[in-house]
Nanobody
Framework: QVQLVQSGGGSVQAGESLTLSCEVSENIFRFNLAWYRQAPGKQRELVATSFRWGTTDYAESVKGRFTISRDIPKNTVYLQMNSLKPEDKAVYYC?????????WGQGTQVTVSL
């Protein structure tokens, strides 16, 4: 069973930065890795994806502010979040997809205040 263990997150003020980490229990080169978030009363939404062939993709709402990256030797995916806004407040989840199976991290709260 693949396990994803998240770290990072917390409470910041608008304009500040946070970095989320997600360590995967297996080699990540064969996974598409992504970050999702879910705000209270809203559906979970895709924030950023790191495809196994090297490209990345972002939701329009975070383009230019968030960066997803992966460290293959450490089996870890990161989400660098800059210029945070109150609307970025949510529980963030990492996700690993290898086609037939997918896996989720435990979630971590990000709170942004004015």
């Amino acid at each position: 069973q693949v396990q994803l263990v998240q770290s990072g997150g917390g409470s910041v003020q608008a304009g500040e930065s946070l970095t989320l980490s997600c360590e995967v229990s297996e080699n990540i080169f064969r996974f598409n890795l992504a970050w999702y978030r879910q705000a209270p009363g809203k559906q979970r939404e895709l924030v950023a994806t790191s495809f196994r062939w090297g490209t990345t993709d972002y939701a329009e709402s975070v383009k230019g502010r968030f960066t997803i990256s992966r460290d293959i030797p450490k089996n870890t995916v990161y989400l660098q979040m800059n210029s945070l806004k109150p609307e970025d407040k949510a529980v963030y989840y990492c996700h690993a997809d290898q086609g037939d199976y997918d896996y989720w991290g435990q979630g971590t709260q990000v709170t942004v205040s004015l």
